[in-house]
């Protein structure tokens, strides 16, 4: 097998996890989201620091904590955080056909994104391909009576939270080892709260069972398992290659929602929905036809 053939399968891998993920936390419903975030952030820095450790680049992650990208690393964290919370909320109280939403308009967020911040140019297939998710939104709103604030607030900040990793000069797997290492502390104070009660209900779940208990501390290895795939395979892969892959997180997603939930499909999802996918295919079709044009060009010297 070739290295760019072992990037597309650990790319595959790697979505297929974050597609099916759902699937986990919604069979652990029954634990507030609040307390899943807590664990799933505790737990990941476990695994980051296990993998660092046996790489030898801890002191790596303590340059990033004391650099001058701290304060990105700290805005980073805000972002994921926030998202992780809204997906597993979405998931747990049956909105996974929304959080489906948030990821598949994501990437076109983040074209916006990048239009209005960088100012970096759009091609015209990419324009149409942004009003056909704003037209998809759109039709939502008036169709549902409400806007999908879920699917918004998960495309915003996971388009935002790309953004500042633009900016952080770390990879990704030592990035997010420093997020969860500022988020730790807090997901510790949340954890001591629950569990002594002083937040009200009868305690935490951990410990309550083990089966339960095995469930959020493998959220760690969820969280980390798939992003260290993720890594391999940029290394391996052309990025245009790695964005058409990532479009199996959402499809999975959407397909869980529907087939294993069973929440319901509306008209004005059935109508949403295909545009949001023509979108995505219009603006795929552009990214390809810009990295064929751009690999075409002559080297200079």
């Known amino acids: 097998m070739t290295e760019a053939a072992k990037g597309v399968l650990a790319m595959v891998v790697a979505c297929t996890v974050w597609g099916l993920s759902g699937i986990y936390f919604k069979a652990i419903a029954h634990v507030p989201p609040l307390e899943v975030l807590a664990h799933r952030t505790l737990w990941s820095l476990v695994f980051f620091l296990a993998v660092l450790a046996v790489q030898g680049r801890l002191l790596l992650l303590a340059r990033l904590l004391c650099g001058r990208s701290l304060a990105m690393v700290a805005f980073a964290a805000a972002m994921v955080s926030a998202n992780w919370f809204v997906f597993i909320w979405s998931i747990q109280s049956g909105h996974a056909i929304e959080a489906s939403l948030g990821y598949f308009i994501f990437p ?137 892959v ?41 990214v390809l036809r810009s990295e064929r044009r751009r690999r075409a060009l002559p080297v200079a010297g």
């Open 108 to 244: 076109l967020v983040a074209v916006i994104f990048g239009r209005v911040l960088f100012r970096e140019d759009l091609a015209g297939a990419q324009w149409a391909a942004v009003a056909m998710a704003a037209l998809a939104v759109v039709i939502l709103t008036v169709g549902l009576g409400a806007a999908p604030w879920i699917a918004l607030c998960l495309a915003t900040t996971f388009g935002t939270y790309g953004l500042l990793k633009r900016q952080i000069e770390a990879g990704p797997l030592l990035s997010v080892a420093g997020e969860v290492s500022l988020l730790t502390p807090i997901a510790l104070y949340s954890l001591w709260s629950i569990h002594t009660g002083r937040w009200g209900g009868d305690g935490g779940a951990f410990g309550q069972n083990w089966h339960v208990t095995l469930m959020l501390a493998f959220s760690g290895v969820l969280t980390g398992g798939p992003l260290m795939l993720f890594s391999y395979a940029t290394k391996r892969v052309r990025l245009a290659t790695v964005g058409l």
């Open 246 to 286: 990532q479009y199996l997180n959402p499809t999975l997603q959407f397909a869980a929602a529907v087939l294993v939930f069973a929440e319901p499909v509306t008209r004005w999802h059935m109508i949403a929905f295909p545009l949001i996918w023509l979108a995505l295919g219009l603006y795929s079709l552009a």
